[in-house]
C-alpha cells in the first residue's frame, strides 16, 4: 500500500520543487505525502490527489456560487415578468457603451487568467506574471468604470427604491432620444407647451404644491403609492362612475371588435389618419405591454366616444389639457411611450403620462446584482494578488499549478455572471 | 460486501499512548489555529453544547411564561424576543452544526480512514466562521434581540425596531460556515477514501453527512443571498420584499424556505446516520437493508429541495401548486420509512445491549417516529389549514428536531464520548439521563399535539384559561428535560476529569474509527487502512477484553 502514495502521483517529479511550501503546516514528521513533493499536503498521498481535491473543491464552491446569485437571477425573472414596461422603461437609463466596454474588459481579463494557468503548466515564469498583471489591470478598469456609472447613477437620482428620485423622464434621457426619436420630440414639445401655457394662464395652472408640470402631481401620487397602484387599474374603476359608463360600452365593444380587429392594427401602421384616435391606435398596436384592463382600448377603437370634458376646452385644467395633447401623439410617438409604460390610460378613458410602477425596484435589482458582482471582482483582485506573490516567489509550475487554476476557474464564472448581467440589465429590448 | 474478513485489520494502531491529538500540542493559540479535524471539532462541539445550554435557557424561560395565562415572569415583548432567540440559537448555532460539524468533524475522516478532512484550512475558517456569526447573534441578544421568530418573516422584520441586521447577519455568516463544512466533506468523501473504501464500504454515518453535505452546499447559498436581500432591504429599502415598496413578501417566504425546508433534512440527515451506527454496533449485528438505508439518504435530500410550498399553504399559493407541494412531501414518508423499518429489522434477532447510547437510539425511533407521521398529518392541505400556525406545528417539529435530532446528537455524543476524550461516562447516570431526557420530551411535547388540536395558537404570550392545565403539563415536562440535560452535562463534564480510561473499542463496533487508540493519535493512521469488508462486518470475530474494558480482535 505504501506503492498506492506513488500510482497516484501521474505528475512526472523532477527536480524542480522549490523550497518550504504552505501545504506543509507541520514541516517534517516524516509522515504523509511523500517527501519529494514539498508542495503537496501531509493529508494527501499524491499530488494528483491534492490536485483533483482541489478541482472538486473549487467546482463545488462555483456551485454555490452559481446558486448564491440564483436568488437574484430569480427576483430579477419575477419582477420582469411582472413589470415588463418598467424593466423597458429603466432600461434607457443605463449606459450601454459603458456596458459594452468593461464586458470587452472583462472577457480579455478572462483570456489573460486562462492563459496565465497555461503559461504556468508550461513553466513560464514570466508569462504567468505579465498574464495576472493585465488581468488585475482588468479587473480595475472594470471597477473604476463600474465606478463612473454609479456616480452618474446616484447623481441623477437613480437609486433602489425608498431613495428613489430621477432627475430626469425618460424622453430626457439620451439612449431613448436616440432609439426614438419622434417619441422624444413629441414629448419634448409636449412639455414646452405645457411650460407656455403656465406663463400665460398662470392662476387656472395653479396645481397643488406649486409643481410647475401638470404631469409631476400624477407621477408622485404614483410612486407614492405604488402598492395601490399594484391592484391595477381594474379596482380603480370599480369606484368611478365614469368608469361604469365605460364598462358599459365595453361589454359591446367586443362585438365590434371581433367583427373589424384589423382597422386597429392598421391604424397603428397609418400615422394620424384620425385626429381623435392615434394614441389609442398604438396602444392597441404595442400588443400586451401593458396591464390596462382589456377593456379599454376596444371602445375607442371606434373613434366617437371622446371623453366627456373634452367638451369643456376653453376651461379646463392641465390634467385634461395634457390627455388631450397625448391623445393626438401618433401610434410611432406613442408606441415606445406606452411599452415604457410612461404613457397609460386612466381607468376612467383619458390617458396619463406616470413614471412605471415599482420603478425603483429595477434599480434595487440593477445596484444589488452588479453590486454583489462587483464585490466578487474585488475578491478576485485579492486573490489575483496573493498569486502574483505567490508566481513572484516562483511557485508555479507543470507540476504544480492548482492554486492559479482554481483562480482562473473562479475568475472565468465572475465573467461569466457579468456576461448574463449585461443583456439583462443593459440590452432589454 | 461480505468480502472475505479477517481480524489484521481491527489491530488497534500502535503508538505511544501518552501522544494524541490532545497532547500533541500545548498552548491555547494551538487550539485556536489548529488545522487538526478531532480539534475542530473538539471547539466545534464544546462551542454547541454551551450553544444548545443558552438556547436551553431560553426554552426554559417561554416555558415558564407560558405557567400562566397572561404575565407569569417577563413581558409580552421579552416573550418574543425569547422565543426567537431561543430558536435562532438552537436551529443556526446548535442542530444545523451538532452532528455534521462537531461530531462529524471528529468522526468522518476516522470512519472513513483518512488524515484529515480534504482542506484543513477551511475547516478551520468554518469554525471561525461559527464563532463570528455566533457573536453577531449574541451581538442583537444584547443591543435589542430580534423579535421577529428565526423565521425573519417580512415585512415586520423590516419594520420591526428590534436588532433585526445583526441577527440576520450572524445567520447569513453561519450559512457560509454550513457550506465550507459541507463542501469539505464531499470532496474529503470523494478523494480521500483509503485502497478498498469503495462507496458501498462505507458506513452509514458518512453516507449520511454525504448526502447532509449536498443538501448544504445547494441550499445554503440561497438563504445566503435571501437573508442579504433582506438585510439591504432593512438599509436602504430595495422593495423586492417590502410590500410598502412595491416588493412581494410572500417572495421572502419562498426564497426562504427554499433553504430552510432542505435545511430541516440538514439536520435530520445526519441524526439518521448517528441512529444507524448505533443500531448495528448494539445490536452486534450487521445492518440490516445497507444499501436502501444509504440511497435512501441521497432520496431524502433530492426530495427535501422540492417540498418548500408545504410551509406556505395558507399564503395564498395556488391550490395547484399546493397539491403537488403536499403530494411531493408525502413521499418523503417512504425513504424514511424504509430506515425505520431496517432498523427494527436489524435489531430483529440482535443481542441488544441497554447501553446508554442504545438508549438515546430506542428514543430516537419512538419519538422520531411520532414526529414523522404528524408531518404526514401537516403536509395533508386540509388539515394543515387548521392546524397552520397552532401548537400542533410546535409539537411536531420539537418531536422531529428536539425529539430525532438532539436525541441521535445525545445517543452519538455518549456514543463517541470515550474516543473523542479518551475517557468513559458512567454509565448508570447516562441511563438515568437517557430516560429523563425521555419522559421530559413526551411530557413537555406531546400535550403541544392536544393543544394545537384545540386551536392554540403557537408564539402567543396569553391564552385561554382552559389551556392552562396542559400548557402547565408541558412545562413541567420542560423541567424535567432540563434536569435530564443537567444531569448530563454534570456526569460528561466530570467523566473528562476522572473517568475511567476507555479502551480503543469499548462497544464492540466495527467501524474504522474504533480501530485507532481513544482518543486518536494525531495522525488518526499511520498508515491508510486497508479496507477489505463492509462497514459492519467481523462482530463475531471481536471479544471482550476483562483487562482493558474493551473490545479486542479473537485470535
Same mark, same amino acid.
Given at each position: 500500500m505504501e506503492s498506492k502514495a506513488n500510482e497516484g502521483a501521474r505528475v512526472a517529479d523532477a527536480a524542480k520543487s522549490h523550497g518550504d511550501d504552505h501545504g506543509h503546516a507541520e514541516g517534517g514528521h516524516g509522515h504523509g505525502a511523500p517527501l519529494q513533493y514539498p508542495y503537496v499536503a501531509h493529508h494527501f498521498d499524491s499530488p494528483q490527489q491534492q490536485f483533483d481535491s482541489g478541482k472538486l473543491g473549487i467546482w463545488l464552491f462555483l456551485v454555490t456560487e452559481i446558486l448564491f446569485f440564483s436568488g437574484l437571477f430569480c427576483a430579477y425573472t419575477i419582477y420582469r415578468a411582472q413589470n415588463p414596461e418598467v424593466f423597458y422603461w429603466a432600461h434607457f437609463y443605463l449606459d450601454t457603451n459603458m456596458g459594452a466596454l468593461n464586458t470587452v474588459v472583462l472577457i480579455l481579463s478572462s483570456l489573460t487568467a486562462a492563459w496565465a494557468v497555461r503559461a504556468a503548466q508550461l513553466g513560464q515564469q514570466k508569462l504567468v506574471k505579465i498574464n495576472i498583471l493585465v488581468t488585475i489591470a482588468c479587473a480595475f478598469t472594470f471597477m473604476g468604470v463600474k465606478y463612473v456609472e454609479y456616480s452618474h447613477k446616484f447623481h441623477d437620482g437613480l437609486l433602489p427604491s425608498r431613495h428613489f428620485d430621477p432627475k430626469h423622464e425618460v424622453w430626457e434621457v439620451e439612449a431613448f432620444k436616440k432609439k426614438h426619436p419622434e417619441a422624444a420630440e413629441a414629448m419634448t414639445r409636449l412639455m414646452a407647451k405645457l411650460e407656455a401655457r403656465k406663463a400665460t394662464a398662470a392662476v387656472d395652472l395653479e396645481v397643488p404644491h406649486g409643481e410647475p408640470l401638470a404631469l409631476v402631481p400624477v407621477v408622485n401620487q404614483v410612486a407614492a403609492a405604488p402598492a395601490e397602484a399594484a391592484e391595477g387599474s381594474a379596482a380603480q374603476a370599480t369606484t368611478t362612475q365614469a368608469a361604469t359608463a365605460q364598462e358599459a360600452v365595453a361589454q359591446q365593444a367586443p362585438a365590434q371588435e371581433g367583427a373589424a380587429p384589423a382597422p386597429a392594427q392598421e391604424a397603428a401602421q397609418e400615422p394620424a389618419t384620425q385626429e381623435a384616435g392615434t394614441a389609442e391606435a398604438a396602444e392597441a398596436g404595442a400588443e400586451g405591454t401593458e396591464e390596462a384592463a382589456p377593456a379599454a382600448p376596444a371602445p375607442v377603437a371606434a373613434p366617437a366616444p371622446a371623453p366627456a370634458p373634452a367638451a369643456e376646452e376653453p376651461i379646463l385644467d392641465d390634467d385634461v389639457f395634457l390627455a388631450n395633447e397625448l391623445r393626438k401623439l401618433t401610434p410611432a410617438e406613442a408606441t415606445p411611450l406606452l411599452r415604457a409604460g410612461v404613457l397609460q390610460r386612466q381607468a376612467d378613458g383619458p390617458f396619463e403620462l406616470v413614471r412605471p410602477k415599482k420603478a425603483g425596484v429595477f434599480f434595487s435589482i440593477y445596484f444589488f446584482m452588479t453590486g454583489l458582482h462587483g464585490v466578487h471582482v474585488i475578491i478576485g483582485i485579492g486573490v489575483w494578488i496573493w498569486m502574483l506573490v505567490r508566481a513572484g516567489r516562483r511557485k508555479f509550475g507543470p507540476k504544480y499549478f492548482g492554486p492559479i487554476d482554481f483562480t482562473a476557474l473562479y475568475w472565468h464564472l465572475v465573467d461569466l455572471i457579468w456576461i448574463y448581467l449585461f443583456p439583462l440589465l443593459y440590452l432589454i429590448h | 460486501?461480505?468480502?472475505?474478513?479477517?481480524? $489484521?485489520?481491527?489491530?488497534? *494502531? &500502535?503508538?505511544?499512548?501518552?501522544?494524541?491529538? /490532545?497532547?500533541?500540542? =500545548?498552548?491555547?493559540?494551538?487550539? !485556536?489555529?489548529? /488545522?487538526?479535524? =478531532?480539534? !475542530?471539532?473538539?471547539?466545534?462541539? #464544546?462551542?454547541?453544547?454551551?450553544?444548545? *445550554? /443558552?438556547?436551553?435557557?431560553?426554552?426554559? %424561560?417561554?416555558?415558564?411564561?407560558?405557567?400562566?395565562?397572561? =404575565?407569569?415572569? +417577563?413581558?409580552?415583548?421579552?416573550?418574543?424576543?425569547?422565543?426567537?432567540?431561543?430558536?435562532?440559537?438552537? #436551529?443556526?448555532? %446548535?442542530? +444545523?452544526?451538532? +452532528?455534521? *460539524? $462537531?461530531?462529524?468533524? !471528529?468522526?468522518?475522516?476516522?470512519?472513513?480512514?483518512?488524515?484529515? #478532512?480534504?482542506?484543513?484550512?477551511?475547516?478551520?475558517?468554518?469554525?471561525? /466562521?461559527? %464563532?463570528?456569526?455566533?457573536?453577531?447573534?449574541? *451581538?442583537?441578544?444584547?443591543?435589542?434581540?430580534?423579535?421577529?421568530?428565526?423565521?425573519?418573516?417580512? &415585512?415586520?422584520?423590516?419594520?420591526?425596531?428590534?436588532a433585526v441586521i445583526p441577527a440576520v447577519f450572524g445567520a447569513f455568516i453561519l450559512g457560509f460556515s454550513s457550506i465550507f463544512t459541507g463542501l469539505n466533506f464531499i470532496v474529503t468523501i470523494h478523494k480521500l477514501r483509503p485502497p478498498g473504501m469503495t462507496w458501498f464500504r462505507m458506513p452509514l454515518f458518512l453516507w449520511a453527512l454525504y448526502a447532509t453535505a449536498v443538501i448544504q452546499v445547494l441550499a445554503t447559498p440561497v438563504i445566503g443571498i435571501t437573508l442579504l436581500m433582506l438585510i439591504v432591504e432593512r438599509l436602504v429599502g430595495l422593495g423586492i420584499f417590502d410590500p410598502s415598496l412595491g416588493g412581494d413578501p410572500v417572495l421572502f417566504q419562498h426564497f426562504f424556505w427554499f433553504y430552510s425546508h432542505p435545511a430541516v433534512y440538514i439536520m435530520i440527515v445526519p441524526a439518521f446516520g448517528v441512529i444507524s451506527e448505533l443500531i448495528c454496533a448494539f445490536s452486534r449485528k450487521p445492518i440490516f437493508g445497507y444499501k436502501f438505508i444509504a440511497l435512501s439518504s441521497l432520496a431524502i435530500a433530492f426530495l427535501g429541495f422540492l417540498v418548500w410550498g408545504h410551509h406556505m399553504f395558507t399564503s395564498g399559493q395556488s391550490v395547484l401548486a399546493g397539491a403537488i407541494f403536499s403530494a411531493i412531501t408525502f413521499l418523503i414518508a417512504i425513504p424514511t420509512a424504509i430506515k425505520i423499518f431496517n432498523w427494527l429489522a436489524t435489531m430483529y434477532k440482535g443481542r441488544i445491549h441497554l447501553d446508554t447510547p442504545m438508549l438515546y437510539a430506542l428514543a430516537f425511533l419512538w419519538v422520531f417516529t411520532i414526529g414523522g407521521v404528524t408531518g404526514v398529518f401537516l403536509a395533508t392541505m386540509s388539515v394543515n389549514v387548521h392546524l397552520h400556525d397552532t401548537y400542533f406545528v410546535v409539537a411536531h417539529f420539537h418531536y422531529v428536531m428536539m425529539g430525532g435530532s438532539i436525541t441521535a446528537f445525545m445517543g452519538g455524543l455518549h456514543y463517541w464520548w470515550p474516543k473523542f476524550t479518551g475517557r468513559m461516562y458512567p454509565e448508570r447516570a447516562g441511563r438515568v439521563g437517557a430516560i429523563l431526557v425521555f419522559l421530559g420530551l413526551n411530557f413537555t411535547f406531546f400535550p403541544q399535539f392536544i393543544l394545537g388540536t384545540r386551536g392554540m395558537p403557537r408564539r402567543y404570550y396569553n391564552y385561554l384559561p382552559e389551556f392552562t392545565g396542559l400548557h402547565q403539563f408541558s412545562t413541567i415536562g420542560a423541567y424535567i428535560l432540563g434536569a435530564g440535560f443537567l444531569l448530563t452535562a454534570i456526569y460528561l463534564l466530570k467523566s473528562v476529569r476522572s473517568g475511567p480510561k476507555a479502551p480503543a473499542n469499548p462497544w464492540g463496533a466495527t467501524t474504522l474509527e474504533w480501530t485507532c487508540q481513544s482518543p486518536p493519535p494525531y495522525y488518526n493512521f499511520h498508515e491508510a487502512p486497508v479496507v477489505n469488508r463492509g462497514p459492519y462486518d467481523n462482530y463475531d470475530k471481536l471479544r471482550f477484553d476483562k483487562k482493558s474494558r474493551g473490545y479486542v480482535p479473537a485470535e
Open positions: - | 460486501m461480505a468480502a472475505p474478513t479477517t481480524a $489484521a485489520d481491527l489491530v488497534v *494502531a &500502535p503508538s505511544k499512548p501518552e501522544d494524541n491529538y /490532545l497532547t500533541h500540542d =500545548k498552548g491555547i493559540l494551538s487550539w !485556536i489555529f489548529t /488545522l487538526d479535524h =478531532k480539534r !475542530i471539532g473538539l471547539m466545534y462541539l #464544546v462551542s454547541v453544547l454551551v450553544s444548545f *445550554a /443558552l438556547g436551553g435557557f431560553f426554552a426554559l %424561560v417561554v416555558r415558564t411564561e407560558l405557567l400562566t395565562p397572561g =404575565k407569569t415572569l +417577563i413581558t409580552h415583548d421579552q416573550f418574543n424576543q425569547a422565543f426567537t432567540l431561543h430558536g435562532a440559537v438552537m #436551529v443556526f448555532l %446548535v442542530i +444545523i452544526p451538532g +452532528i455534521p *460539524a $462537531a461530531l462529524g468533524n !471528529i468522526i468522518l475522516p476516522l470512519q472513513l480512514g483518512a488524515k484529515d #478532512v480534504a482542506f484543513p484550512r477551511l475547516n478551520l475558517m468554518s469554525y471561525h /466562521l461559527w %464563532v463570528l456569526g455566533a457573536l453577531f447573534l449574541l *451581538a442583537s441578544m444584547v443591543i435589542s434581540a430580534a423579535d421577529t421568530g428565526w423565521t425573519f418573516y417580512v &415585512p415586520y422584520s423590516t419594520s420591526t425596531t428590534t
